[in-house]
């Protein structure tokens, strides 16, 4: 796997294949054409990245939004092809992260997991990331939210 400046058909791919939980996610919070405009923004700021499988074809879409100085906001889709090589795309995650922390001199970010996401939750816990805070009825649709960060 690979890690690259993501572009829009890089958005379109992941959209169209997008994981159950993620989908969930994004209906709530107004729907595809809604995730697509937040995605198209991040890309036209050149601040996405995407990871590609050894077939070229786009698993993941990641973000990183400054928040305050030195810290940034983290924001990441997947695919369901994501799950063909769990253990690559792991790999790939964290090598993404620490170039996000070279490049930005970010010493913390931080991401919300919905509550419904155990997936997404014990694989942030896997890459360092602890539970800061809860936030309730967080979402448009009332979900509540883990706040996780991971300090470097």
Request: hydrophobic share 45%; charged share 25%; aromatic share 10%.
């Given at each position: 796997m690979t890690h690259d400046v993501a572009t829009m058909e890089d958005v379109d791919q992941i959209l169209a294949?997008?994981?159950?939980?993620?989908?969930?996610?994004?209906?709530?919070?107004?729907?595809?054409?809604v995730a697509r405009d937040v995605m198209a923004y991040f890309?036209?700021?050149?601040?996405?990245?995407?990871?590609?499988?050894?077939?070229?074809?786009?698993v993941a879409f990641f973000a990183a939004v400054p928040v305050h100085k030195g810290v940034y906001e983290v924001y990441g889709y997947t695919s369901n092809?994501?799950?063909r090589n769990p253990f690559g795309f792991h790999r790939r995650v964290r090598k993404l992260l620490a170039a996000v922390l070279e490049v930005t001199e970010a010493h913390k970010i931080e991401c919300v997991v919905w509550k419904g996401n155990e997936t997404s939750f014990k694989w942030l816990r896997r890459l360092g990331f602890i539970v800061e805070g809860f936030r309730l009825q967080h979402g448009p649709g009332k979900e509540?939210?883990?706040?996780?960060?991971?300090?470097?």
């Amino acid at each position: 796997m690979t890690h690259d400046v993501a572009t829009m058909e890089d958005v379109d791919q992941i959209l169209a294949d997008l994981r159950e939980k993620d989908l969930e996610a994004i209906t709530s919070a107004g729907g595809i054409s809604v995730a697509r405009d937040v995605m198209a923004y991040f890309v036209e700021n050149s601040i996405a990245q995407v990871i590609k499988n050894d077939a070229g074809e786009a698993v993941a879409f990641f973000a990183a939004v400054p928040v305050h100085k030195g810290v940034y906001e983290v924001y990441g889709y997947t695919s369901n092809k994501v799950n063909r090589n769990p253990f690559g795309f792991h790999r790939r995650v964290r090598k993404l992260l620490a170039a996000v922390l070279e490049v930005t001199e970010a010493h913390k970010i931080e991401c919300v997991v919905w509550k419904g996401n155990e997936t997404s939750f014990k694989w942030l816990r896997r890459l360092g990331f602890i539970v800061e805070g809860f936030r309730l009825q967080h979402g448009p649709g009332k979900e509540s939210a883990y706040l996780m960060g991971r300090i470097t």
